[in-house]
């Protein structure tokens, strides 16, 4: 079956500390996407990579780190610098093609105390 | 600021009835994509709308693309306890950029 994958489901990290979560996906899909919801609010973008070796900030990248050196992944770090990290993280997946739809992963819940 | 709307920003539904939830956007977008979350879930595609007018159904739900492609609309007839979750759009503005809407969460009364 092909989809994303997304682990853990649930992280719990002291402030001070990166954390890394994980995306893979075995769609054969060029372009991956992490976004972050908060409760009550939509999708928020990342950071996204439509080819390996390749990355762009989205509307929230400060304080994230991503790195693309295999198609199938797409980490996402937290780092200390990322002011409010607690929140639910979805990656997501599509065909290169601009208008495609997402395929998401079961999402990342992050808290940091 | 946020470029797509939607309302309502909650919709409390008895079971079997109707209801709409509205997607506008301040300006032109070539696509609009709605999705679903159910609680405790991740968004699920539902359906893509490209061209000017159209109208496409699943079953109860009906989509439909405005005039101007600046507003969608989704319609959920005789309304039932699966319904329940918050239903997304997302548009592709002009610089190719998908915007997301904040949601409508439903929550259905038996």
């Not at chain 2, 918050?86 to 038996?110: H, I």
């Amino acid at each position: 079956d092909g989809g994303i994958t997304q682990s853990p489901k649930y992280l719990f990290r002291k402030e001070g500390q990166n954390v890394t979560l994980s995306c893979e996906q075995n769609l054969n899909h060029d372009a991956m996407y992490w976004y972050r919801q908060d409760p009550g609010q939509g999708l928020r973008l990342i950071y996204y990579s439509q080819i390996v070796n390749d990355f762009q900030k989205g509307d929230i990248a400060e304080g994230y780190s991503v790195s693309r050196e295999k198609k199938e992944s797409f980490p996402l770090t937290v780092t200390s610098a990322q002011k409010n990290p607690t929140a639910f993280y979805l990656c997501a997946s599509s065909i290169a093609d601009r208008d495609s739809p997402l395929h998401f992963g079961n999402g990342t819940r992050l808290t940091v105390t | 600021g946020q470029q797509v709307m939607q309302i309502p920003q909650y919709q409390h539904v008895q079971e079997g009835e109707d209801f709409t939830t509205y997607c506008n956007s301040s300006t032109t977008l070539s696509n609009i994509q709605w999705y679903k979350q159910r609680p405790g879930g991740h968004p699920v595609f539902l359906i893509q709308l490209v061209k000017s007018g159209e109208v496409k159904k699943q079953k109860r739900l009906t989509f439909q693309f405005g005039e101007a492609k600046k507003n969608s609309s989704l319609h959920i007839t005789a309304t039932q306890t699966t319904d329940v979750g918050t239903y997304f759009c997302a548009g592709t503005d002009s610089w190719g950029k998908l915007q997301f809407g904040a949601g409508t969460q439903v929550v259905v009364t038996p």
